[in-house]
């Protein structure tokens, strides 16, 4: 079962060595993914929105590993005003708590305090999922007094 550190940060200036610093821990290249809104859009068609097809495709992503309608919407909202995304994600648990220290140290956005209180974090919840024979735990969590959020998909 995969778990993913999520962290939001006000500017890419130190994307780099965000992403240097969480690789440094054991993760696979492809297990660290930065993401900033692209500079620019370029339409694919006459009725093509590309801002916005790329806002919705990202929140469907972000839905499905669990992210609230208040989350999803902030980090959203983060990109759009020049911020970054950094993803860790990898089946090892305390890798990938390590990772949201890193995130944290190098100063993720509290997005609580850019909406308002999100809404109560339910705890981790199970879903039955017929994938050989194991029951997937999925859901998301967050460590009090931090900017990284937890999502286990």
């Known amino acids: 079962m995969r778990k993913t550190a999520i ?3 006000k500017s890419a200036d130190h994307l780099e060595e965000v992403v240097r610093d969480i690789e440094a821990l054991g993760f696979a290249r492809n297990g660290v993914r930065a993401v900033e809104e692209p500079g620019v859009f370029d339409p694919s ?4 929105f590309p801002r916005l097809e790329y806002e919705v495709e ?5 839905r499905k590993m669990g992210a609230a309608k208040e989350e999803t919407e902030a980090y959203i909202d983060g990109l759009r005003r020049g911020g970054a995304l950094v993803f860790a994600t990898d089946e090892d648990e305390k890798k990938v708590d390590a990772a949201a ?9 509290d997005i609580e305090e850019t909406v308002g209180a999100a809404p109560p974090v ?10 050989a024979q194991d029951a997937v735990l999925a859901g ?5 007094g931090s900017g990284a959020r937890f999502f286990v998909w």
Not at 45 to 48: A, L
């Open 7 to 9: 962290g939001l940060f």
């Open 140 to 144: 998301r969590s967050r460590q009090s």
């Open 58 to 62: 990202l929140g469907h992503m972000l």
């Open 45 to 48: 068609g006459v009725t093509s």
């Open 101 to 109: 220290e890193v995130l944290n140290r190098h100063g993720a956005v």
């Open 122 to 131: 339910p705890p981790l919840r199970h879903q039955a999922v017929r994938q």
